[in-house]
């Protein structure tokens, strides 16, 4: 499950955090608190939440299992 977790998180930072770098923007296109964003981008235990995934998904207009198989998971 971490390894799947690893997955989201590194795919969410690498294809949408860092390409828009700026960690405010990407909080509040998408419903986040700016924290959650860093923790996104910089901790590398961060444990995402499925509430977390779903407000992603819905800002990008993604179903959930549409998300998990761009991530391949």
Same mark, same amino acid.
């Given at each position: $499950?971490? &390894?799947?977790? !690893?997955?989201?998180? %590194?795919?969410? !930072? ?5 390409? #828009? /770098?700026?960690? *405010?923007? +990407?909080?509040? %296109?998408?419903? #986040? /608190? @700016?924290?959650?964003?860093? !923790?996104?981008? @910089? ?5 995402? *939440?499925?509430?977390?995934?779903? &407000?992603?998904? @819905?800002?990008? @207009? #993604?179903? #959930?299992? %549409? +998300? +998990?198989? $761009?991530?391949?998971?």
């Amino acid at each position: $499950m971490i &390894k799947a977790n !690893r997955k989201i998180v %590194e795919y969410i !930072r690498d294809n949408w955090v860092i390409p #828009l /770098d700026n960690n *405010s923007k +990407f909080a509040t %296109e998408h419903n #986040l /608190d @700016e924290k959650t964003v860093r !923790r996104i981008r @910089e901790d590398h235990t961060y444990q995402i *939440s499925l509430i977390t995934i779903q &407000k992603i998904c @819905e800002a990008k @207009e #993604l179903k #959930l299992h %549409e +998300f +998990f198989k $761009m991530v391949d998971i």
